[in-house]
Each structure stands twice: as C-alpha cells, then as structure tokens.
Nanobody, 116 residues
Framework: QVQLVESGGGLVQPGGSLRLSCAASGFDFGSYAMQWYRQAPGKERELVAGISSFGDSTIYADSVKGRFTIFRDNAKNTVYLQMNSLKFEDTAVYYC?????????WGQGTQVTVSS
C-alpha cells in the first residue's frame, strides 16, 4: 500500500538546522511531484516547498526562501527538506505530500519545534 513516512523532526534552537526526510513506497515515486507542508497550532496547513518529479524545478514559500532547500533522490524514493537558520515561527508539524493529479498522498507528519 501507499506509504509516506516522514522523519527527522525534533527540538532545535533558533538558528539551528534540521533535515527532514520522507520515504515513499507503494507508488511510482519518480512520476510524482513532491511537496512539504506545515501546520502550526491554530493555523491552516501551508505549502512550504515543492519539487517536480525529475527534481529540476522547485518552489518555496516566501517565508522560507533562502533558508530551506527541498531535494529528492528518486533512486531512494525519498524527498528531503533541509532547514537552516530556523526561527520560532517555523514550529509546526511538517507533512510531505505526493501529487500527480488527481491523486494526492500524505504522510503522517513530523513535529518540528524551534525553542530556546
């Protein structure tokens, strides 16, 4: 069955870094665009970053441009989110999403907490 399993979240101080991973299985990973979303308490889920199926095109939310990098390894069926210079406001549950319209698959999320 389809699975997206996020990992790499945790507690980090402001200015620190984390790398999130999302391991995919059960579908043709290389033909899906991949995205990272996040949802903070009391807020709507928002798109953080996206990458095309071949990895040749990326998009970022303005709030993370220059700090976060999305990349993928299709040989490992994994997408990553490198997060640098983390801020308090980056605290959220981070979800990966696989998209190939009309299909969307979601992971269960991983918590990222930025706190001193």
């Amino acid at each position: 069955q389809v699975q997206l399993v996020e990992s790499g979240g945790g507690l980090v101080q402001p200015g620190g870094s984390l790398r999130l991973s999302c391991a995919a299985s059960g579908f043709d990973f290389g033909s899906y665009a991949m995205q990272w979303y996040r949802q903070a308490p009391g807020k709507e889920r928002e798109l953080v970053a996206g990458i095309s199926s071949f990895g040749d095109s990326t998009i970022y939310a303005d709030s993370v441009k220059g700090r976060f990098t999305i990349f993928r390894d299709n040989a490992k069926n994994t997408v990553y989110l490198q997060m640098n210079s983390l801020k308090f406001e980056d605290t959220a549950v981070y979800y990966c999403c696989a998209r190939r319209n009309p299909q969307n698959y979601w992971g269960q999320g991983t918590q990222v907490t930025v706190s001193s």
